[in-house]
């Protein structure tokens, strides 16, 4: 029995990585709430902002990476802090319902509803922790014909997110 619980504990501490790796981000999560507040204050940000490379999108309600963040292409993707050029923070998400599936052609049957997603943004410039201010972004469902033609896997709106973060992206 004690030979059972040791292991069980031994392999608690091997499988969780925040005990056994450092935190790639390690100044964001405590930084992420008064960053997010400047933005706010701030206000609207000049659409002609360009997002200094590697980025990082961090969802500010969850503490960690948003699931966008994934999705940036390598070139774009920051996996730790001392490449930071850019955080987007993801200060808030609406979810609207827009739309059902149309019925394919000799089909009777409709699909679940699509939303519409509104993201507010926050993007400061890292390491300096210069605010550029927010963003409000709609970003509509995709046609089935654009999903056909997209082969990534995901959420659409997490890949729409990513590819509208990679949009702005420059010197």
């Known amino acids: 029995m004690v030979l059972v619980f ?16 450092p935190k790639p981000f390690p100044d964001v999560p405590d930084e992420a709430e ?7 204050a701030r206000g609207a940000a000049s659409k002609q902002v360009k997002f200094p490379t590697k980025i990082l999108i961090w969802d500010v309600a969850a ?3 948003s699931k966008a963040h994934k999705h940036l292409p390598d070139s ?11 955080v987007i923070l993801v200060l808030n998400v ?17 699909g679940p509803p699509e939303y519409t997603f509104t993201y507010t943004l926050g993007a400061v410039a890292w390491p300096k922790r210069q605010i550029a201010g927010t963003f409000e972004v709609r970003l509509d469902p995709p046609s089935i014909s654009g ?15 990513a590819d509208w973060v990679r949009d702005r992206a420059g010197k």
Not at 94 to 110: A, H, N, S, V
Not at 147 to 161: F, I
């Open 6 to 21: 040791a292991l069980v504990a031994v392999a608690y501490f091997f499988v969780r990585p925040d005990l056994t790796s």
């Open 34 to 40: 008064s960053l997010a507040d400047k933005c706010r």
């Open 147 to 161: 999903r056909a033609k997209d082969d990534r896997t995901g959420n659409w709106n997490e890949l729409n997110l």
């Open 94 to 110: 609406t979810k609207q319902e827009t739309t059902e599936y149309i019925p394919l052609e000799g089909t009777t049957m409709g």
């Open 76 to 86: 774009l993707r920051a996996a730790k802090q001392d490449e930071l050029g850019t």
């Open 63 to 65: 503490g960690k990476p």
